[in-house]
Each structure stands twice: as C-alpha cells, then as structure tokens.
C-alpha cells in the first residue's frame, strides 16, 4: 500500500512511520526536519521511503509533494498526522498565533487532501485519516490555554465528516481520530510533568491497525482514542 504520512519527525507521526515500513509500504513522510530512523530498519525497508523535508505552509513543500506523486499511481492512505500547538492565556494569543494554529491544523490537511483526492480515488479504498484531540470534540472536557488548539481540532472534525459526504460516492473515507493523551513531546507542551498512559509507539500501532482493519468499514465519523483526557 502507499502510504503519505505528516508530521514524522518525532512522537507518533516517527512511529506511524516506522510501523508502515516495517509492514512493506510505499511511503512517503513530510515534517519540517529530518526524521532520525535509519538505524531502526535494514536498508531494504528504506528504500521504500522517500522523505520531503519542508513546512506545510509554504509552497515548495507542497511542489515537492506535487513530484513525488507523478511516480505513484494511488495513494492508498493518508494520515494528517501534523499539528501545531500553542498553550497560552486567550487574552495573551496573537493574530500569529490564530494564523498558525489554523493554517496547520485546518488548512494543511485541507490542502493535502485536495492535492491526494485524484490518487485516493485510483486506490480500491482511499483512506484519509485525520489526527485530532479529544479536546476538539463537542462536549468533552476543555484545558485553559488551548483555545486555539482545541478549536482548530474541531473545524478539522468537522471537515472530516464533510468531506466524508462528499466523496463517500467514490470510495474515498475520511476518519477522524480524537485522541487523549499520548506522551509526547507536545502533550509535555500542554501539561508539564503530566505523564501520559500511552506511549507514541503504542499509539501509532493502533492508528496503523486501524488503517489496515477499520478505516475501509467505518466513514465520516469521531472516533475518541483515549484512555485520559489528559
């Protein structure tokens, strides 16, 4: 299968990685700095990897992506893994920190998916799977200092189950998976010193069984992936 996978520099998204070359995908992985696996897989497996090194938010990265696919005849899954977090009082939150929040969180995965929708729809089931927060559903416990966050992780909710209207007609699925706390580097970000019940590794094996066994009989829908919240 062929895989697209956001976010890989670290945390989860370096897991999910890892976990869909040892099963023998194509992938290709996108996060703003070098993703450090080469000792963690044989030569063979790397060889199945291409990685582009850039900001989701600037054009090249994308032209890059652009390139990349002309090789490919389907993209059979792409995981939004990518995510940008800002923890500070609402009255302390800049027009930057609006602007970030929302390009990375909302309108990348937007951006990305418009780019793969030709390539999702050549796979048998194309797959979008899209990485929120429990905190960006409606009616789940809420943190002071996330606003931003939480709110964008809902707007990309929401355009998951949008989106799942639109193509359902085409075999394309989109899911969106609400997860609680996972120790990573960003949820240390969020709560200092909290320690999570899930590691990133134990994370990223359930998102790449749920790629594999789920997303192709489940469409447009929350699914919460939490033990704690934190």
């Known amino acids: 299968m062929n895989y697209i996978i956001t976010g890989t520099s670290r945390g989860i998204g370096k897991q999910l990685l890892i976990t869909a070359l040892k099963n023998g995908h194509q992938v290709i992985s996108i996060s703003r700095s070098k993703t450090e696996i080469e000792s963690e897989l044989s030569n063979k497996l790397i060889l199945n990897w291409t990685e582009i090194m850039g900001d989701l938010i600037n054009d090249a990265t994308f032209n890059r992506l652009e390139k990349e696919l002309s090789d490919w005849n389907s993209v059979d899954v792409l995981i939004n893994n990518a995510g940008y977090l800002v923890n500070k009082p609402f009255e302390q939150l800049s027009t930057l920190d609006f602007n970030l929040s929302y390009q990375i969180n909302v309108l990348v995965p937007s951006l990305l998916i418009k780019m793969c929708i030709p390539f999702l729809k050549d796979s048998k089931i194309g797959k979008v799977i899209n990485i929120g927060s429990i ?42 998976l609400a997860l609680g706390a996972v120790q990573t580097e960003m949820l240390e970000q969020a709560f200092p010193g909290f320690i999570a019940p899930v590691t990133s590794a134990q994370m990223a094996e359930f998102i790449y069984h749920f790629s594999i066994h789920s997303a192709d009989m489940i469409n447009g829908k929350i699914i919460p992936v939490a033990l704690s919240t934190p």
Request: one cysteine or more; glycine letters at 12%.
């Open 135 to 176: 905190g960006g559903v409606q009616g789940s416990v809420k943190f002071p200092g996330l606003a931003f966050y939480s709110s964008s992780k809902g707007a990309l909710a929401t355009l998951t189950e949008c989106l799942a209207e639109e193509y359902k007609a085409i075999n394309i699925h989109f899911n969106y």
